[in-house]
């Protein structure tokens, strides 16, 4: 059986979303009691992408626990990025969709 990917929620990022949307979208996930999901998302233009998205296609073709991808740190463009506050990642985030 070939690996796809499947649509199977709905993120919202919240870079994107003004102060009101942002508000709304938990005023009715909140009345309508929509349960939220603990998760990682990985967006398809981060370097990270492909060499997560290949583990899970090996582990789920290969019916394996955890598959073991190596790749190399160099290559691993954005590694500077991480733990930035929230401000810092919305403007990097402005960067980038200029």
Do not use: C
Request: no cysteine.
């Amino acid at each position: 059986m070939a690996f796809t990917l499947e649509n199977r929620y709905v993120v919202f990022k919240l870079s994107k979303l003004s102060e009101a949307q942002h508000r709304a979208l938990v005023d009715v996930s909140r009345n309508e009691n929509i349960v939220t999901v603990d998760g990682l998302v990985i967006e398809k233009d981060w370097p990270e992408y492909e060499v997560v998205r290949d583990m899970i296609e090996h582990r789920v073709e290969h019916n394996e626990g955890v598959a073991e991808i190596k790749y190399e740190k160099e290559n691993w463009k954005y590694r500077d990025t991480f733990n930035r506050t929230h401000e810092q990642a919305e403007e990097l985030d402005r960067k980038r969709d200029e």
